[in-house]
């Protein structure tokens, strides 16, 4: 069964500033400091993500453990973050959470919970406000280092 992923292209207020000042840095940085932001905004999806999963009356904790974040390359000149829940081994691991899928999007016996894609939608708009702030806070950092 194929892992279904949302992507979320986004516009940011304050974007053209943190465009500017972004060019003002080597490459290498550049690229260093987008994955940072990037990375610190997914850690916070998903640590709103593990925070719902863990309620409930079955919640074991597998789902909860297993929500990871990737930071990882995207095109020749772009950068992505993934937030993903991982899927260990074999059916009989005790780390496996093999069955998210299920508990997330129902079953014929089961109805669907959907507390991982109600998680997403509420973190997703407050992290994006503050991924310029974050950005802006990341380039003076780099700015610093290379003035010294």
């Known amino acids: 069964m194929p892992e279904q992923a949302a992507v979320i292209d986004v516009k940011i207020d304050g974007a053209e500033a943190v465009r500017q000042r972004l060019l003002k840095l080597p490459r290498r940085l550049r690229f260093n400091v987008m994955r940072r932001v990037l990375r610190q905004a997914a850690n916070e999806v998903r640590d709103d993500i593990r925070e719902v999963v863990s309620t409930g009356p079955h919640a074991k904790g597998r789902t909860r453990k297993n929500v990871m974040v990737r930071a990882r390359r995207g095109t020749r000149n772009s950068i992505a973050a993934s937030v993903w829940i991982r899927k260990v081994g074999k059916g009989d691991n005790p780390r496996n959470a093999w069955y998210w899928f299920m508990v997330e999007r129902g079953t014929i016996f089961q109805p669907a919970q959907g507390k991982i894609r109600r998680a997403f939608d509420v973190a997703a ?24």
């Open 125 to 148: 708009p407050r992290v994006i406000r503050t991924v310029a702030v974050r950005a802006h806070r990341e380039i003076d950092k780099e700015i610093a280092k290379l003035n010294k």
